[in-house]
């Protein structure tokens, strides 16, 4: 009796190569997945890098200065108005 022709060697391998077939595809989806966060992620990190210089630029101009700190009272004031209220969400 011959080994190669086992109909079980046969559907073994059979199996084996569709579940490598299916292994590639779902790493071939994960991939794509992968780039595509990190394509999101390099988006992400370019604009924060911009909105950071004009931060930057903001708080060293004169203007800006002012600007900052009227927006930091604001906040103040905006924080102790809903303590009055009662809003237990305030930090």
Do not use: C
Not at 14 to 25: G, M, P
């Amino acid at each position: 009796m011959s080994l190669d022709n086992n109909p079980s060697k046969k559907w073994n391998e059979k199996v084996y190569k569709n579940e490598i077939d299916r292994l590639k595809r779902e790493l071939i989806i994960q991939l794509n997945l992968r780039e595509k966060e990190l394509k999101e992620f390099y988006d992400l990190k370019k604009s924060n890098g911009q909105l950071e210089k004009r931060y930057d630029a903001l708080k060293s101009s004169f203007f800006g200065k002012i600007t900052l700190r009227y927006w930091s009272a604001r906040k103040k004031f905006h924080r102790v108005w809903l303590k009055v209220k009662g809003n237990k969400n305030v930090k």
